[in-house]
């Protein structure tokens, strides 16, 4: 075959033993037409039996493309004008010349420097040999807007490695040459400026089938141990630098926060190390000042611990020892009662009253103070608690301000709980004796339930008495704290206060809920039993 004139679109020559078609369209993208197709097609049967030819060498003509595929708008151009035998053609023969490329028995050597993409993805990717300079560029623009990748592409992406080729064929995402070369579109990297040498090198070769592979192979070992150069370099400045800081943060993230960390390698390692430094130095100082507060907040509250401790014991001591000469006082004031009440005037015997009532209000006074000074300071551990034998004991305690007052207590079923028999006695006996004391017009109607809540059981106790107004829903806790004059309820203001001692002491809280409209309702939490704990009351 006699070399193409210049104007042709496929330039088709002989270059001693080597078969050289440079696809001639540059201002196209070297876009295949159909009579590009068909030269090529025809240099290829022809060499294929001359003995002259051993080797066939692809080229694009111009720096911006290789092949950018067909020739959309000359195949537009020809739906238009409704030559669509015309379209078929191409097709067909663009990809009979693909598996032509494919089959071919001499080695083909496509040198892609540009654009590479649709028509000349097959044209390229089926040859043996495949060269990417640092133009070079693998596009599917067809992805972007819908279509299946071309033929061409579709017979070569899935069996890229790493299902690379699958990934381009859904993201329609470009490569450059190093991609190529990577993911194995390309089988060597050669600089563009390299590339008219290494086209004459490979036309000259007398012995196409060995000295071909000769100067890939070189090429290719060229091509390994400048990128093992750049592998070893990369490992010694950023790499073991980046290793040996890592394992120096681990070392401070593990609790060592003493250890500085060595500011060695690159400028950014070193940056990296110091703020890593900066922000350990701030833990650390962080840290001591939290050790300081918790060593302060360990001696306050032991100094509460002590303070309780102390308030608790002279509650009881002062009680205990004021029972005795009160018994006295009282006593004395009752016989002065009994034995000169009428014979000394109305103002003595008014005198005397007074006496004998303090005396008496003075002692439940301090009953209750000792009391309230002993809850939570059994020696008796917290366990199993039937809450019906403690609310059986509790209304046992009131039966006789119950019938007095023509009272009514429901109560549902209640749980077994965490605590002790006779403080849980005292809870309901003190919530119970508020309610009857507190009454309104009508008879008495006190309601207790309970229901599961998480790890607690949870109590309520409502009435139909006078209430509480929302404001005194903490005050009513406070130990000594009244509502009420003396004279119109009596009472030493302490029952509260000992529900309230006794529910924490158990692990529980109790309330007012503010929300009720008639009358008061107090709720409380008592830890529910553990698995393993018995239900024995």
Known sequence: MTASSPEAEALVERRGRAGVIVLNRPKALNALTLTMVRLIGAALD???????????????????AFCAGGDIRRLYELGRAGDHDAQLTFWREEYQLDLRIKTYPKPIVALMDGIVMGGGVGL????????????FVFAMPEVGIGFFPDVGASWLLPRLPSHA??????????ANAGDAVAFGLAQTFVPSAAFPALAQALASLDDASDELHVALLAIAIGFVLVVAGLAVVLRNTAIRPVHRLAAEARRVADGDFGHEVAQTGPREIRALAADVNTMRLR?????????????????????????????????????????????????????????????????????????????????????DLLAFSRAGRSAEELGPVACDAALATATANLSTQIAETGAVIEAGPLPVVRGQLTLMSVVFQNLLGNALKFTGEQPPRIVITAERDGAFWSFSVTDNGIGIEPEYANRVFLIFQRLHERAAYPGTGIGLAMCRKIIEYFGGRIWLDTGVGDGARFCFTVPALADDEGTDG
């Not at 390229?124 to 133009?135: D, I, L, Y």
Request: aromatic share 8%; glycine share 8%.
């Open 165 to 174: 080729g699958v990934y381009f064929a859904l993201t329609g995402l470009r």
């Open 46 to 64: 022809e060499w294929k039996g001359d003995h002259a030819v051993d080797r066939v060498l692809f080229l694009g003509a111009g720096e911006r």
């Open 283 to 367: 833990i650390l100082r962080e840290l001591a000042t939290v050790q300081e507060a918790n060593e302060a907040l360990a001696e306050h509250a032991a100094g509460l611990q002590r303070s309780n401790a102390e308030l608790e014991q002279f509650a009881y001591v002062a009680s205990h020892d004021l029972q005795e000469p009160l018994r006295k006082v009282t006593s004395f004031c009752q016989l002065l009662q009994r034995r000169y009440g009428g014979q000394l005037d109305e103002r003595a015997d008014q005198y005397i009253d007074f006496a004998v009532d303090g005396a008496k209000r003075m002692q439940v006074l301090i009953n």
């Open 124 to 135: 390229a990717m089926h040859a043996g040999h495949t060269v990417a300079g640092e133009r």
